[in-house]
Nanobody, 130 residues
Framework: VVQVLESGGASVQAGGSLRLSCVAS????????MGWFRQAPGKDREGVAE????????????KGRFTITLDSTITQDSAKNTAYLEMHNLTTEDTAQYYC???????????????????WGQGTQVAVSS
């Protein structure tokens, strides 16, 4: 069973920091890419950061403030990826539901595209107040 589970969302004041975590497991292959997306009320979902076969990409709005990292654990019986999103100097514009995505589809037409990913989590809420 594929599972993608996010955690770490919270309410913080502007200028603060958060670290989101995402554990993805159960899908075996296609382990080398994970991404973070977000959706604010009334807005479309947007790509925030991704790590794709070792290369990272960031939305312009978060460059220099957010960092994505990926840990992989592989045993004889299972494989698990954990993606972290370190977020610093948060602003009210960062308020959104943050979604983790995993499992490369092979699509690579655009960076930070949801078409890159097969599996999605349920999201974790980040609220930044001024």
């Amino acid at each position: 069973v594929v599972q993608v589970l996010e955690s770490g969302g919270a309410s913080v004041q502007a200028g603060g920091s958060l670290r989101l975590s995402c554990v993805a497991s159960g899908y075996g292959r296609m382990r080398n890419c994970m991404g973070w997306f977000r959706q604010a009320p009334g807005k479309d979902r947007e790509g925030v950061a991704e790590i794709y076969y070792g290369s990272t990409n960031y939305a312009d709005s978060v460059k220099g403030r957010f960092t994505i990292t990926l840990d992989s654990t592989i045993t004889q019986d299972s494989a698990k990826n954990t993606a972290y999103l370190e977020m610093h100097n948060l602003t009210t514009e960062d308020t959104a539901q943050y979604y983790c995505a995993a499992g490369c589809t092979g699509y690579r037409g655009l960076l930070l595209s949801p078409r890159t990913y097969t599996y999605w989590g349920q999201g974790t809420q980040v609220a930044v107040s001024s």
